[in-house]
């Protein structure tokens, strides 16, 4: 009997043992069977559809440029699911050598201390010249000096207007660098003209685009130059340039001219199936949705940098996208490889090709010699104006982004406020009860984060 | 736990001990209880105690960039989470959303269950048509609504263009993304429910109905004085089962709406997740999963309460 007994327990830790084995084990990463002695560099970004078969192709290029490194890359879904993987990853086997965080997440990356800043390994490569990336895409990745990560996949917010429609109701395009008042005047000429049929303009629901607009009138969103000389303790949107944006826009919602898709994944897809079909005529988006909107066009498409209020100069842009990070808990060969890629990826030729196939900007400023490009802009001399716009951008702290923690959540709250003014509420009043959410979490921020 | 299993094991095995029912343990039953219960309780405390003891740990303190517990919060996350107009607006959305999906799940796959229980020619085809979602998977039960709902070539639309009616707008529109949120999940837990209440009329004795026709009793009357209340505890189960996983429900939102429009579908699982691995906040993530908890606890406790208590033959 005892023996038995004896025998079932044995057999039963076994059994667990085995599961526990199981579970434990397919964390294992695959060996590749072209390793070698090359020294595997692994990758994680968020690129999904045509955007990660281009990625695969620099990817590849980089494996065959050199025999030192083979970069492996590895889709992690969503940024913003990606930027916890990557933290709650560090200093562990699964964790990524280099890895790719979007634009918002850059203060949480700097802050983390678990990556090692791209400038260390520039310092010491006199064959990288880092002054032919463009400024404005720099600036956006780099503090206190120091280049943190690598620009990648970058867009510009532009304004697209369907140029065939304003020919048609002989409606004078906006010029390039346009005032709020002259796409003002563009929509509600447009809605006139076309009987109604055609309504002006619309702009998105979307926390992005009301930073911008911040951006552009020259104002910083957050306290301490936006957090590139500090901390942030606070952020003030009811500013006088967000309150001119919006004000803008109520202008046109009263004269009929505008029409509201909302917000959200499904608002962005209807507002440009509209604007295909005719039925809206101008809309501000990323640069990146240029290729979606020449190919499935039968209208020209007309694009100008993005608005700016009346009376004063537009102080530029920031960048949106992601950089490339090179994490700090792998060892110095591996290290070294992640930065070769990224110099790689950020090479003229990779940069120009880069551009034709996903949308995104070529950040460097050689790409503009390549054939590729130059044949892209021959047949479609409007997309030349995403990446001037990029040119024209003198960085400052005020367009180098918001080196903000807990952006996700900023960006609701602005999306609030835009929905609430949208329909027709005071706009202080949404502006500073939104001011008043994202303080609140940038208090409970700072304590948890021990920020004084 | 080790106490209640006691007397069994004793009775059968020591004369003397059963006796006086004595609950203390001889050496061979410590070895068995903890034989028979030690896989269990190892496995339960790794996977579910753990986590929830840690879970309410982190809830009281604030989280930093890094995901680590660093400022003691107290109750403050809990506070704060209650007298938030989001919070509170994503439980209202989760009560009508599970009100909904019981109500409709129970009531539909009743009678569904009452038709199929017919003994007709050729209602085997119905009784597999009927419990046929049960084999569908949440992703492609998505998958198949999102085509419906489109609002330019989806089933609905296509509908609504040959009736001349206006397109809705299943999955812009705030109240009608959470009605396609609904429809989503009924259809998907009909399955479910339908074959486990055929299961209990088919059990029903037919010798109460014969009775009941020659007392000249309707089939209405029927269905509501035998049908009911013989299956109720079925009934009982049935709608405990779907209000507790309508509570968790994940999938589907996730899929159809992402918790949008404005939030409408941003039900408190979702949030949990969307807070947690969105956003980075595991203190405030963790408050709502204990509240979470509560609530389901309490919903339960009071159906095992008021529902069980008319649950009889």
């Not at chain 1, 070698?36 to 990625?55: C, I, K, N, P």
């Not at chain 1, 009811?238 to 509201?260: A, C, Q, Y």
């Not at chain 2, 507790?244 to 979702?270: A, C, H, Q, R, W």
Request: aromatic share 12%; charged share 15%.
């Amino acid at each position: 009997m005892n023996k038995r007994l004896k025998n079932s327990l044995i057999s039963l830790t076994l059994i667990i043992a085995a599961v526990f084995v199981g579970i434990f084990t397919t964390n294992k990463p695959v060996k590749s069977s072209s390793s070698s002695d090359r020294t595997q560099v692994v990758f994680w970004h968020e690129l999904g559809g045509a955007s990660e078969d281009a990625l695969e192709e620099v990817v590849n290029g980089f494996n065959k440029s050199q025999s030192k490194y083979e970069v492996v890359p590895k889709y992690q879904g969503s940024y913003d699911e990606a930027i916890q993987k990557i933290l709650q990853t560090h200093g562990t086997s699964t964790s990524p050598a280099v890895f790719q965080a979007f634009d918002i997440a850059t203060a949480q990356m700097i802050h983390s201390k678990y990556t090692t800043p791209v400038q260390n390994f520039i310092d010491k490569d006199p064959s990288f010249d880092i002054e032919k990336i463009a400024p404005a895409a720099r600036s956006f990745y780099s503090n206190g000096g120091k280049q943190q990560a690598m620009p990648f996949n970058t867009s510009q917010p532009v304004l697209y207007y369907n140029a065939s429609l304003l020919k048609k109701y002989k409606i004078t395009p906006p010029p390039v660098s346009p005032t709020y008042s002259d796409i003002t005047r563009v929509a509600q000429q447009l809605y006139e003209r076309s009987g109604h049929k055609t309504k002006g303009m619309t702009v998105q629901i979307y926390g992005w685009l009301l930073e911008q607009a911040t951006t552009n009138a020259g104002t910083a969103l957050a306290n301490n130059n936006n957090g590139h000389t500090g901390i942030p303790t606070g952020i003030d949107m009811d500013n006088p340039s967000t309150v001119k944006f919006l004000e803008w826009i109520h202008k046109n919602i009263k004269s009929g001219d505008f029409i509201n898709y909302g917000s959200g994944a499904s608002a962005g897809a209807n507002q440009t199936a509209g604007f295909l079909a005719g039925k809206v005529g101008i809309f501000i988006q990323s640069s990146a949705s240029i290729g979606e909107l020449t190919a499935n066009n039968k209208d020209q498409l007309g694009i100008t940098y993005f608005p700016h209020p009346d009376g004063q100069k537009a102080n530029g842009v920031s960048i949106g996208g992601a950089a490339l990070w090179i994490s700090n808990d792998k060892p110095k060969a591996v290290q070294q490889g992640a930065y070769e890629f990224a110099k790689y990826a950020l090479s003229p030729a990779v940069q120009a090709q880069w551009q034709k196939s996903t949308g995104y900007l070529a950040l460097n400023k050689d790409s503009q010699k390549e054939k590729i490009l130059k044949d892209l802009y021959a047949k479609n001399p409007e997309a030349k104006v995403p990446g001037q716009q990029l040119a024209d951008a003198k960085p400052n702290y005020v367009n180098s982004g918001i080196l903000l923690e807990g952006m996700q959540v900023t960006r609701q709250l602005e999306e609030v406020a835009m929905e609430e003014s949208y329909n027709g509420g005071d706009i202080h009043k949404a502006l500073k009860k939104a001011t008043k959410n994202v303080n609140q979490n940038i208090t409970t921020s700072n304590r948890a984060n021990g920020y004084k | 736990m080790l106490k209640s299993t006691t007397p069994t094991v004793v009775g059968s095995k020591t004369e003397a001990k059963t006796k006086h029912r004595t609950f203390s343990l001889n050496a061979k039953d410590k070895y068995y209880a903890a034989l028979f219960l030690g896989p269990s309780l190892l496995i339960l405390s790794v996977f579910v105690f753990y986590p929830m003891l840690r879970t309410l740990y982190i809830s009281m303190f604030l989280t930093n960039t890094l995901g680590k517990t660093t400022v003691f919060n107290g109750l403050g996350n809990y506070t704060d989470l209650l007298g938030s107009p989001e919070y509170i607006a994503s439980l209202g959305s989760t009560l009508v959303y599970v009100f909904a999906v019981t109500v409709l799940t129970v009531g539909i796959g009743l009678l569904l269950a009452n038709l199929a229980s017919k003994r007709l020619p050729g209602i085997g085809i119905f009784r597999t048509l009927y419990s046929v979602t049960m084999g569908v998977s949440v992703s492609v039960a998505a998958i198949f609504w999102l085509f419906i709902f489109n609002p330019s070539t989806g089933f609905f639309a296509l509908l609504s263009n040959l009736l001349g009616l206006p397109v809705i707008n299943w999955l812009t529109d705030p109240t009608m993304a959470m009605w396609a949120v609904i429809i989503t999940t009924v259809w998907m837990n009909l399955g479910f429910t339908f074959l486990i209440l055929l299961g209990a009329i088919s059990a029903v004795p037919t010798t109460l109905y014969e009775a009941a026709s020659i007392e000249g009793a309707s089939e209405r009357r029927q269905f509501f004085k035998i049908t009911v209340p013989m299956i109720s505890p079925t009934l009982f189960f049935v709608s405990t089962i779907t209000l507790i996983e309508g509570f968790k429900s994940f999938g589907l939102i996730d899929l159809i709406t992402k918790g949008g429009p404005t939030n409408s579908t941003n039900m408190l699982v979702y949030r949990i997740y969307k807070d947690a691995f969105y956003s980075g906040n595991y203190a405030q993530a963790s408050s709502e999963a204990i509240i979470l908890t509560v609530i389901i606890a309490f919903f339960t406790f009071l159906q095992f309460k008021f529902l069980e208590k008319r649950v009889n033959y």
